[in-house]
């Protein structure tokens, strides 16, 4: 059996921490996702706070905006793993999506994460 | 007055340069001076995402980017002028002190050796010296992270 994925949520200031603490709320499922903010970093700390997070196992990444300092610090440090796969434009649908797909590779979790957060943005 | 911002920002292009400050200055150029970045494609790629639709960005090193000041200064386009260290603004003030008159610290975040001045602004000893030389020379030396938030003054971080 492949290694579970751990879901990295990277934003600014305490979104990340918020989004984490509503998905395990819904989900019911805890111990999946780790919060980073990037409050207080510079560049190299920023880096440092995602790959300690992330750790040395399979995971996805995902971050608040589609660029900036919380994607430029991600891509800078772990574009050369091959098991971490990255998915901006995070929300809640998303991450509720991935803490019940944990046994996907890391890009076909990506995949499923965006497109059912993809889904949620509507204007009924 | 091209240059609308000159400002150390070790986070380099983030929301707070290119939205925070870059909406109400109209600005329509960014000068990122950085020795890494601009010896890196990759990474200017990166940095070129950050930026809105009608924003240009450039990448320059220090040395090159001490051979422009005047021509950039000189240029009507609005722009924002960008670096990491307080170490390359220092060396862009001593290269043409009124082209780089107005100096924004904007985030020097905590590295060992630095202490707090504002949540936002970590200085050593030493830095701190540098920035209160500028200033002995004539330049005006703020930290403010945003427009909204108050300026406050190189001795209120001492």
């Known amino acids: 059996m492949s290694e579970e994925l751990r879901g990295v949520v990277v934003c600014h200031g305490t979104v990340a921490e918020a989004l984490v603490h509503a998905t395990e709320h819904i989900s019911g499922l805890s111990g999946h996702l780790v919060p980073v903010s990037n409050t207080g970093c510079d560049r190299e700390s920023l880096e440092a706070r995602i790959e300690e997070a992330v750790g040395g196992q399979p995971a996805v990444v995902f971050v608040d905006m589609a660029s900036g300092s919380c994607l430029i610090a991600t891509l800078r440090r772990l574009r050369e793993r091959p098991d971490v796969a990255v998915v901006t434009g995070v929300n809640l649908a998303m991450l509720v999506d991935f803490v019940f797909h944990l046994s996907l590779t890391p890009a076909a979790a990506a995949d499923h994460a965006a497109a059912s957060g993809g889904k949620a943005i509507r204007q009924p | ?158």
């Open chain 2, 1 to 158: 007055m091209p240059l609308v911002l000159c400002r150390v920002d070790d986070r380099l292009i983030h929301g707070q340069v290119v939205i925070g400050w870059g909406r109400p200055l109209a600005a329509r150029r960014v000068l990122l001076v950085d020795d890494e970045v601009a010896a890196n494609p990759w990474e200017q790629e990166l940095y070129r995402m950050a930026v809105p639709d009608g924003v240009e960005i450039a990448f320059i090193s220090g040395r090159e980017a001490v051979r422009h000041l005047a021509e950039w200064q000189a240029d009507p386009v609005r722009s924002i002028l960008l670096t990491g260290s307080i170490e390359t603004l220092t060396a862009l003030y001593d290269a043409d002190p009124s082209a780089v008159h107005r100096i924004n610290l904007g985030g020097v975040h905590h590295r060992p050796g630095r202490t707090e001045r504002l949540p936002y602004i970590y200085l050593t000893p030493d830095e701190y010296r540098a920035l209160a030389e500028l200033e002995a020379h004539g330049a005006d030396v703020t930290a403010q992270d945003v427009p909204s938030a108050s300026p406050v003054g190189l001795r209120e971080l001492a």
